[in-house]
């Protein structure tokens, strides 16, 4: 069914912005739910946005909000993640992962539950 591809990270000053995309056009199945995801060196693996395909609704982890956003554009099959004034904080390896099967509710925030991914790319931000 292939599989999804990040691209747009790499290496900013703190304040700086990147876009990361996530090309989902090789992936043929099905999929409800997308997210963004982080994992910085040490520490477990956690969601920073995710939007429901169908219904467009979103969440942030606390730490971003207002700083990035999450988007999808259906024509190119493609999410993204603006992330605008960058923190020390927010390096890690972003990747983004898909829910397979349909999904009632808002989408769930613990990564366990997705399970499409991509092969990440990394996000480094120097203060």
């Known amino acids: 069914q292939g599989q999804l591809v990040e691209s747009g990270g790499g290496s900013v000053q703190a304040g700086g912005s990147l876009r990361l995309s996530c090309d989902a056009s090789g992936y043929t199945g099905s999929r409800s739910c997308m997210g963004w995801f982080r994992q910085a060196a040490g520490m477990e693996r956690e969601m920073v946005a995710i939007?429901?395909?169908?219904?467009?609704?979103?969440s942030y982890d606390d730490s971003v909000k207002g700083r990035f956003t999450i988007s999808r554009d259906s024509a190119k099959d493609t999410g993204y993640l603006q992330m605008n004034s960058l923190r020390p904080e927010d390096e890690g390896m972003y990747s983004c992962?898909?829910?397979?099967?349909?999904?009632?509710?808002?989408?769930?925030?613990?990564?366990?539950?997705?399970?499409?991914w991509g092969q990440g790319t990394r996000v480094t931000v120097s203060s």
């Open positions: 992962a898909a829910i397979r099967n349909s999904w009632v509710g808002g989408c769930p925030l613990l990564p366990a539950y997705y399970d499409v």
């Open positions: 939007i429901h395909i169908a219904r467009r609704g979103t």
